[in-house]
């Protein structure tokens, strides 16, 4: 119930109360036309005037009703639902209220009520007009709209997707709270803002702005986007936004909606998966089947761009001996050591892989000369030749380095690895570190 302050009516009626009420009064206050309840109600709690709705929501004539007290008519639980709001009205409040009434012959019929003040010449409230507007049926409507609103609201919550919605001008209208885990803003900070305000900081959010503008233009009614965004926290998120858009009535975009699956795990797992599959276990550098697939790209650029590459194939010397006498992890940190400083001595556009046990591959691809090629196998050789510190052991180990380029060796993966092996093993014959 909600009470509301409107100036008291001016309503007079005969005093004293019991005087006869003229049909032409009556009927200016109760149009009996409109299918509502009304009744007049005195001040101890009777009934003095009744309408044919009032008495047919008791199966009665009004002639039954009329001079009954209100305790008599209703039943006492009901009698007291509505005492507060009665009593209220007879200190001069105007009293408004929705009421499930169980009238005879149903289960209750949803009404407005309206109790109005009628006060005497001298301004003392003498009875009470009532009304009742039969509403049933917008509350059973709204019920069913707040019921079926609170059942998408709780799948919209619980579910694994974010959900967020945007109205014809991109701002977002609702959104639910999942957003949390996808950038760490709440869903009543980004409630109004637009998708650019809320993702200025992402990067690559311009394919999303871009599916956004097809939707809003009607080319699109539905799109998919996978997007990489930055949380809060500075991590990265990824994320697939399956987007939609709903035509209003009048034509065009009335609002779209975008269901966000956080793809983070997944994509981490995936890169692990990569890693796993393209990465030696010990040293992280490629391994050989990396690098064979590496090859074949670059063997197919030389192709079409005409631009050299070269191949220079790393056999260590001495490698043996150690693993041999101090075992096999003393061993693997010293491969280990021999691929970070592969790695510093080549260049930064330069692949370095292991091709198993203590044999190393670096690819050259940009800028490739055999002045460029004989420098590059310099400096691995220089960084090769000093001690290794391991366990306070101070372990040397050698290479021999071969080489070769394309072209004019024979553009294939294969051919240009066995020239560069032939090549070392020519440098491990000739002498060591060579």
Request: glycine residues 6%; contains cysteine.
């Amino acid at each position: 119930m909600q009470a509301h302050d409107h100036p008291l009516p001016n309503v007079i009626l005969p005093d004293p109360l019991t005087a006869p009420l003229s049909d032409a009064f009556v009927r200016s206050i109760f149009d009996e036309t409109v299918g509502s309840i009304h009744s007049i109600i005195s001040a101890d709690e009777t009934l003095i005037y009744v309408n044919r709705g009032f008495a047919n929501s008791f199966n009665v004539t009004p002639a039954q009703l009329l001079g009954k007290r209100l305790s008599e008519v209703y039943e006492p639980a009901h009698y007291a639902t509505f005492l507060p709001f009665l009593q209220r009205a007879l200190g001069g409040e105007i009293v408004t209220y929705d009421r499930l009434g169980r009238n005879v012959g149903n289960a209750g019929v949803w009404h407005t009520i309206c109790l109005m003040p009628i006060r005497n010449e001298a301004g003392s409230v003498i009875a009470i007009a009532h009304s009742a507007m039969r509403v049933h049926e917008l509350k059973v409507a709204m019920e069913s709209l707040r019921v079926a609103n609170e059942r998408l609201s709780s799948h919209i919550d619980n579910s694994p997707l974010t959900v967020i919605e945007f109205d014809d001008q991109q701002r977002i209208s609702r959104c639910s709270a999942q957003i949390f885990d996808l950038l760490g803003l709440t869903a009543e900070a980004v409630v109004g803002l637009s998708i650019a305000d809320v993702l200025k900081d992402s990067a690559n959010v311009q394919p999303l702005t871009d599916a956004f503008s097809r939707l809003r233009s009607a080319s699109e009614v539905r799109n998919w986007v996978e997007l990489a965004l930055t949380h809060a926290d500075g991590s990265t998120v990824y994320c697939e936004w399956f987007n939609s858009a709903l035509t209003a009535a009048a034509g065009g975009v009335g609002s779209m909606m975008a269901l966000v699956h956080n793809t983070t795990e997944r994509n981490l797992a995936q890169a692990q998966l990569q890693r796993i599959a393209t990465r030696d276990p010990l040293t992280g550098l490629l391994n050989r089947r990396a690098l064979l697939q590496r090859l074949d790209q670059a063997i197919a650029r030389n192709q079409r761009d005409a631009q050299p590459l070269a191949i220079i194939f790393v056999d260590l010397n001495g490698f043996k001996a150690i693993n041999d006498q101090f075992g096999h992890g003393v061993g693997d940190d010293v491969l280990c050591a021999i691929a970070s400083r592969l790695v510093d001595a080549t260049r930064e556009c330069d692949v370095v892989a292991r091709l198993g046990g203590d044999e190393f591959v670096v690819l050259a691809e940009t800028g490739v000369s055999d002045e460029i090629c004989g420098r590059l196998k310099q400096r691995i050789a220089t960084a090769i030749h000093p001690p290794i510190m391991i366990h306070e052991r101070a372990l040397s180990v050698g290479a021999a380095i071969g080489s070769a380029i394309c072209p004019p060796s024979s553009a294939d993966a294969m051919t240009l690895l066995r020239r560069a092996d032939e090549a070392m093993y020519l440098a491990k014959r000739q002498q060591k570190n060579h």
